[in-house]
């Protein structure tokens, strides 16, 4: 059964902003990736969730309940942390999680004790003194205090240092497994393949591809930079079988998909400096992931 | 039907700027009433001979046409004091209720808990109320005391009380222009234009009506007309714009929360 139903949504802001016959559902239990550039309408599709605006025309559903006119009711079961992170200022961090805890009504505060911990925040500081990473903190501790059932993260790591990213990942991991549904949007591929389970690309309001991230994952296209030891080296090695895309001094770019093994085979009979995987963007990997197809 | 937690932290965020304001309003209360003297001549006189231009007095309200305490009371504070204070109090607060949480994203907070629009609009729009009520409560309790104490002779409490619930009313009608328009409007800019902006137009005119005979006519452009205090201390008159003030408070609060409830927030 989908948890989360959007149906041919529309709403258009003029100069193609907005979101476009949008369509997606996802099934209790599922990790929901959502990608795309700025303003491509990632936020808006959310707001619609959350019933903070009506669409157009198209629906949207949660738990077979419309969105809008039932937000409150809906509540019960999200969580949600919002892009832009604006609390109430004058604020410690305790007094606004008390706050809200409050708001909804809470009677058990052990999970809130139990992220702040996970997260190793300080409470005690005013809201308006904290750093953004402490703030997105705040925010994901609010998202998940209540334990609600479905959870939706505006790109939730968005300030977090590396290894709270990494702790982040850990939790979304925790949450899935007592089977919660998450809708999470991000800039981040490797973010994505770490936690989802499925992924939508949206480019200007309109959905460009819908996938299996463990079918994304087998098909990428990856690009490495190879160093190379000398010259010499790099003439033998652009005339094996291999997908060379440019060379320039010790240095070779080497196009690889689906299977890294041969070329690591290669790789063994040559004296190399270093060996590192290109960061590419989205819309690089998704062109080649539909071979190109023209998707605007 | 509201949210306590909700309301509990209003007051918590406002608190500091109420107490200023009623610190304000009771030491004006106190030296202006205290002024009064039946036998001395008149402010106005006293005024005139610093050599204030008499347009001026008469714009702030200040000319006396009945020298009894309770004139004295209704010219000096409630013709410009009393109409002006709370009105500062309440365009801020009503901006900070809807439109700036609205700028500032932190509404998204409390919709995203499981209280309904409505529940939200109903206590913020409440608490702009409260806030009208607890300062006119404030200084009727606190002028009541202080004229017991130091006018007891002239004072008459029905008529204080009469004065009080005219000006209530009046500043309930008033702030609700002011909560309208923080609902409407998505920032803080456009908020307090309207919001500001509509109440000081009309206080300008409500002074200007009064500089010249000539501007009479500008009183059916301010709602301050509406609040006669001479016809409230005689409770004479009162019932038509008594009602008008209460249709306006209604409408516009209630406009209010039905705009708000149905708009897209960008939040």
Same mark, same amino acid.
């Given at each position: 059964m989908?948890?989360?139903?959007v ?9 193609h ?6 369509s ?18 990632k ?7 959350l ?40 604020? *410690? ?6 706050f ?22 300080? *409470? ?20 998940f205090m ?16 590396p290894?709270? &990213? ?16 998450i ?11 770490? *936690? ?7 480019? &200007? ?9 463990? &079918? ?26 291999i997908?060379?895309?440019?060379? &320039? ?6 196009e ?6 041969k ?9 190399? /400096? ?6 590419m963007?989205?819309?690089?990997i ?11 | ?11 918590k ?5 109420l ?11 106190s030296?202006i ?12 006189d006293?005024?005139l ?25 209704v ?8 109409l ?13 209720q809807?439109?700036?949480? /609205? ?13 309904s629009?409505?529940?939200?609009? /109903?206590?913020q729009?409440?608490? /702009?109320m ?17 004229c ?10 029905s ?9 209530l009313?009046l ?6 222009i002011?909560f ?8 803080t ?7 500001a902006?509509?109440?000081?137009f ?17 009183k059916?452009? *301010? ?6 205090p ?37 939040i």
């Amino acid at each position: 059964m989908s948890v989360i139903k959007v149906e041919k949504l529309n709403k258009d802001y003029g100069n193609h902003k907005g979101v476009f016959d949008l369509s997606f559902d996802i099934e209790r239990g599922v990790v929901f990736g959502f990608l795309g550039p700025n303003g491509a309408g990632k936020t808006t599709t959310m707001r619609h969730l959350l019933g903070f605006i009506k669409g157009d025309s198209g629906q949207c559903l949660i738990n077979d309940r419309e969105c809008f006119k039932n937000a409150a009711l809906n509540m019960n079961d999200i969580g949600y942390l919002p892009g832009e992170i604006s609390f109430f200022d004058d604020m *410690t961090g305790n007094a606004f999680l008390n706050f809200m805890g409050e708001m909804r009504g809470m009677k058990k505060f052990k999970k809130k004790d139990y992220l702040i911990k996970f997260f190793d925040i300080d *409470t005690s500081i005013k809201i308006k003194k904290m750093s953004k990473g402490m703030k997105q903190k705040i925010g994901l501790v609010c998202a998940f205090m209540h334990d609600p059932d479905i959870l939706i993260l505006d790109e939730p790591t968005s300030g977090l240092d590396p290894l709270m &990213q990494n702790k982040f990942i850990e939790l979304i991991n925790m949450e899935k497994e007592n089977g919660k549904t998450i809708l999470m949007s991000s800039h981040s591929i490797e973010e994505v393949e770490k *936690t989802c389970d499925k992924v939508a690309i949206i480019k &200007q309001g309109r959905l460009v591809a819908y996938e299996d991230v463990s &079918q994304l994952v087998l098909n990428r296209r990856k690009i490495y930079r190879i160093k190379f030891h000398s010259l010499l080296e790099v003439n033998n090695f652009i005339t094996e079988k291999i997908n060379v895309l440019s060379h &320039q001094d010790s240095v070779v770019m080497v196009e690889v998909f689906n299977d890294i093994n041969k070329l690591i085979d290669i790789l063994s009979n040559y004296k190399i /400096v270093s060996f590192e995987s290109v960061v590419m963007s989205l819309e690089d990997i998704f062109m080649t992931f539909y071979g190109g197809e023209n998707n605007d | 039907m509201i949210s306590m937690p909700l309301f509990k932290k209003n007051l918590k965020s406002n608190y500091i700027l109420l107490l200023v304001f009623m610190a304000v309003l009771a030491m004006y209360f106190s030296i202006i009433v205290g002024m009064y003297n039946p036998d001395a001549m008149s402010l106005n006189d006293i005024m005139l001979q610093m050599n204030l231009p008499q347009q001026m007095i008469d714009a702030f309200g200040f000319s006396v046409s009945d020298s009894s305490f309770s004139g004295h009371i209704v010219s000096f504070f409630y013709g410009f004091l009393m109409l002006v204070f709370p009105m500062i109090v309440y365009i801020i607060i009503s901006n900070k209720q809807v439109a700036s949480m /609205v700028d500032k994203s932190s509404m998204a907070y409390l919709l995203s808990t499981n209280n309904s629009r409505k529940k939200i609009i /109903v206590t913020q729009g409440l608490f /702009v109320m409260f806030v009208v009520f607890l300062l006119v409560l404030f200084v009727t309790i606190f002028g009541s005391i202080f004229c017991l104490i130091m006018f007891d002779e002239y004072f008459i409490l029905s008529e204080f009380i009469m004065l009080n619930v005219g000006v209530l009313l009046l500043h309930l009608a008033i702030s609700s222009i002011c909560f309208l328009s923080s609902c409407i409007f998505n920032d803080t800019k456009n908020s307090l234009l309207f919001g500001a902006g509509i109440p000081i137009f009309f206080i300008l005119i409500n002074m200007l009506k009064d500089v010249s005979d000539k501007l009479d006519f500008l009183k059916y452009f *301010t709602i301050y007309s509406l609040y006669d205090p001479n016809a409230w201390i005689n409770s004479n008159n009162i019932i038509g714009s008594a009602v008008f003030l209460i249709v306006v408070c209604l409408f516009c609060n209630g406009f209010a929360m039905h705009y708000f409830i149905n708009k897209d927030l960008h939040i």
